[in-house]
């Protein structure tokens, strides 16, 4: 995918910049909107019980798969929304999004901790967005 069609603008004037997000990102092209990946294999197993570095991995591959269905890739993501049951999860889930992401192309993020999710053994759920070229 051509990521050029897409801005991002880390820290706009007057905002003081992030650390792992680009705080605007603006682009033309077709919205792909990915539900929230949790750390289910393809048989529908948690993968890393306990273990947030495993869950994460396993969350960015499902994200990796439902982008390429979509026929995008990370490049293509404009917006991540993480959910977690604890912020302390974060580092573990910021090193696991950068073995997938360019860290020159992060998109605008959100992080907000849950109570809970779904299943109680799922540590996090990680929705995004990306922006696909037109149709030609």
């Given at each position: 995918?051509?990521?050029s069609r897409i801005t991002r603008i880390p820290a706009p004037e007057?905002?003081?910049?992030?650390?792992?997000?680009?705080?605007?990102?603006?682009?033309?092209?077709?919205?792909?909107?990915?539900?929230?990946?949790?750390?289910?294999?393809?048989?529908?197993?948690?993968?890393?019980?306990g273990d947030p570095a495993a869950q994460a991995r396993q969350v960015?591959?499902?994200?990796?798969?439902?982008?390429?269905?979509?026929?995008?890739?990370?490049?293509?993501?404009?917006?991540?929304?993480?959910?977690?049951?604890?912020?302390?999860?974060?580092?573990?889930?910021?090193?696991?999004?950068?073995?997938?992401?360019?860290?020159?192309?992060?998109?605008?993020?959100?992080?907000?901790?849950?109570?809970?999710?779904?299943?109680?053994?799922?540590?996090?759920?990680?929705?995004?967005?990306?922006?696909?070229?037109?149709?030609?």
């Open positions: 995918m051509n990521a007057g905002v003081a910049p992030g650390v792992g997000y680009t705080h605007v990102v603006i682009g033309t092209g077709r919205l792909a909107a990915l539900s929230g990946q949790v750390a289910l294999d393809a048989a529908g197993e948690v993968v890393g019980i960015f591959d499902n994200l990796r798969r439902c982008l390429a269905a979509a026929g995008a890739t990370f490049a293509d993501v404009v917006k991540l929304t993480y959910y977690v049951t604890d912020m302390a999860d974060m580092p573990a889930v910021r090193a696991a999004r950068d073995e997938y992401m360019d860290p020159k192309l992060l998109p605008a993020s959100t992080a907000v901790q849950v109570a809970a999710l779904f299943r109680p053994e799922l540590l996090l759920e990680v929705e995004a967005f990306a922006l696909l070229p037109e149709e030609q």
